[in-house]
């Protein structure tokens, strides 16, 4: 081989060491980036599937706190409800319950006597005049006047009131203490509180 030759394959060898180094080169940054775009793809997939999760974990905890929500509420309303059913039962009762303690003599003196306490405080002390029940014992109305009269110094007026189903009206210088079945019921939206009262304090 002669020198030209020599040379020139030297050239040649050269220049495909030189082509081999930046195909290599170009190989290995390929590389490089394509690896990079593929961590980066993954790092990007983990977020989306976070950010996914996170929203579906977000949208029950929302599922689940409507749902609590609208059971406290359907609990409300029916513990509404059943209050409303248990005041309309005892609305109805009562009547009877009030015309019955009336009836019972123990009773009817408790029923009295509290009348004529109140009265005493809240009446003027002069003339009382009493509206009663017709049916009331003469000797336990009689007894009944007696206490008035010890109190007042003069003997009330008395007289009996077809009106009247039970109880006693007491009239006192234009004042009035209604202590009859249907004063005592007058005051439905009191009488309602206080029983919700009682209510919610039995166990």
Known sequence: MN?????MQTLLTLLEEDRRRQCDALIADAQARASSVVRQAQVDARARVRAAFAAERQRLDE???????????????SEQE????????AWDMLPAALLQR????????????????????????ERWSLS???GWPAQEREQ????????????????????????????????????????????????????????????
């Open 3 to 7: 020198t030209v030759d020599s040379q």
């Open 63 to 77: 599922q689940l706190k409507a749902a609590a929500a609208r059971l406290q509420t359907e609990h409300r309303l």
């Open 82 to 89: 059943r209050r409303a059913q248990l005041l309309r039962l």
């Open 102 to 125: 009336w009836q019972d003599p123990g009773r009817r003196s408790k029923w009295v006597a509290q009348a004529i306490d109140s009265a005493h405080r809240l009446l003027p002390h």
């Open 132 to 134: 009663v029940a017709p």
């Open 144 to 203: 009944a006047l007696q206490s008035v009269a010890r109190r007042l110094g003069t003997m009330p007026g008395c007289s009996e009131a077809a009106e009247i189903q039970a109880g006693l009206l007491i009239v006192a210088g234009g004042n009035r203490l209604d202590a009859t079945l249907a004063g005592l019921l007058a005051d439905r939206a009191a009488i309602e509180a206080r029983l919700l009262d009682h209510l919610e304090r039995q166990p």
